[in-house]
């Protein structure tokens, strides 16, 4: 979703992984930093997030979510199908159980 439709798709059905930078320029991560400063980075930014009005960042996530939120409900019966439509096709073989 943070990467377009179209780019989003091309990455999921080819298996391209991208690298840290193509990542930040497609604007899929906002920052990137060696491993060893990770956790101080997410305390900083969790510790600024606190200090903001709890019910402004509450309900500011939320709002945020609601679009995501809808799109999954929309989509999961669908994805169900699929996934349970794909187990099916393996399950025999899988399990060992040709007589399926």
């Not at 992984?17 to 320029?25: C, V």
């Not at 899929?28 to 101080?40: A, G």
């Not at 995501?68 to 349970?84: V, W």
Request: some cysteine.
């Amino acid at each position: 979703m943070l990467m377009g439709l179209n780019r989003g798709r091309y990455f999921l059905m080819t298996g391209q992984e991208l690298s840290a930078d193509e990542a930040l320029n497609l604007g899929v991560v906002n920052e990137i930093h060696p491993q060893t400063n990770l956790l101080d980075r997410a305390w900083e930014i969790g510790r600024g997030i606190r200090k903001r009005p709890e019910l402004t960042v509450r309900l500011t996530r939320e709002a945020m979510l609601q679009p995501i939120k809808r799109a999954m409900l929309e989509a999961l019966p669908y994805g169900l199908a699929l996934e349970g439509l794909a187990a099916c096709d393996h399950w025999p073989t899988e399990f060992g159980n040709d007589e399926l």
